[in-house]
């Protein structure tokens, strides 16, 4: 415990998020994490929905897309009026990546370091720094890093092959570039799970000029991340119950869905009926062996409450079946691969672009169930991050010794 004296906040850490669950959740769990450590902090996301509502024509955008081309309104209005409306001071911003080439300006202009959250993997990353260096034209099915292994082609967030005109493009490129100006680099992985890119990406090896990327994860959830239990779990028998997420923001199609004819997107079309954006078949069909829920569940309370009764420390699904749908989520999913923590079926392609059948799911499901080597693998990367999170253990020491640094 703390004496009183180190209770009253002595320094302001501001983290800025982008939009979408994927950026929002490890930065409330960095937020989380570093109230533990007597310092005030706010935690933002970059932009507030209503006002873009009257600007932007959102129903024809993801979240994501409109918040990368709406920060120099909101961010760095929200950034620039800290200092001096604070108490205690503004020691340094913790910014989400893509925010990176506007509010760096900004804390070099107010004096403060500016620490950049990469909210993917160390892989990603490499690939994002490295980016702008590298061609895309050519025959060429991979791009070659030059010392971790190339990147396939079909990995790369599409966007990335189109021209200069595509907005996500820039902004990545722009961002990615702004990043050796930063003070450090912080990746929500540990040396477990990339310790091999780390040192590549901290050895100069991808690109010269970089400053220190610090692994903090895997970040613990935050209590009032949980959700509300679910009766239905409690019915069912050991071992029967599958979690399919379709994540914070592609829908699933409705071929996917088993009958069904649109796209439809979730983050754009929150306020239709449950039974229209997924249709009344499969409604009809889940009922009595399934459950459909529309509202947001987090995934760690669930399999903590489900049938088989494990212990989850952290929000960890036994094996992850990684079905990447857009932007880094490939790259991610060979990470998830690579490591033992599941399995990536490459074939299956982005989300949408084929349609799986169920039986071919649940082939993979069974096979992933049954592999003892992943099973190992599992329980090794959880175990790392329990100790890493408790007292004394390295996740504490080096926020700790982050928050030194800030502090002075
Ligand atoms: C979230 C998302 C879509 C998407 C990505 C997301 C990325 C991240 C990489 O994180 O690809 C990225 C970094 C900086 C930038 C643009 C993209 O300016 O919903 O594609």
Known sequence: MADSSELKPSRLFALLSSSGMGHLTPFLRLAALLTAHHVKVTCRQSFILFHLRIFMPIQKMTLFTTTLKSPENHVTSSLSLLPSLSSPPLSAPVTDMTLTASVLPISRAINVPNYIF????????????????????????????????????????????????????????????????????????????????????????????????????????????????????????????????????????????????????VDREDDLELSDVIGHELMDSVKGKGLVVKHWLDQESILRQSSNRRIFDLLWVEFILAWPQHGDQKINADVVERTGMGIWVQSWGWGGEAIMKGEQIAENISEMMGNELLRIQEMRIREEARTAIEQGGSLKKRLTELVEMWKN
């Open 118 to 265: 990469f909210t993917s993997s160390a892989k990603m990353l490499t690939l994002f720094v490295s980016f702008h260096t590298h061609t895309l034209v050519g025959s060429k099915d991979a791009i070659e890093m030059p010392t971790l292994e190339p990147i396939p082609k079909p990995w790369i967030l599409p966007p990335l092959f189109q021209d200069m005109n595509n907005f996500l493009k820039t902004s990545f490129i722009e961002n990615a570039k702004k990043m050796t100006e930063s003070d450090g680099i912080l990746v929500n992985i540990s040396k477990t799970i990339e310790g091999k890119t780390l040192a590549e990406l901290n050895g100069g090896k991808v690109i010269e000029g970089l400053p220190l990327v610090i692994p903090i994860g895997l970040l613990p959830l935050y209590g009032f991340e949980k959700s509300q239990p679910l009766a239905w779990l409690d019915d069912q028998a050991t071992g029967s119950v599958v979690d399919v997420s379709f994540g914070s923001r592609t829908g699933m199609s409705r071929e996917q869905l088993r009958e069904l004819g649109d796209d439809k997107k």
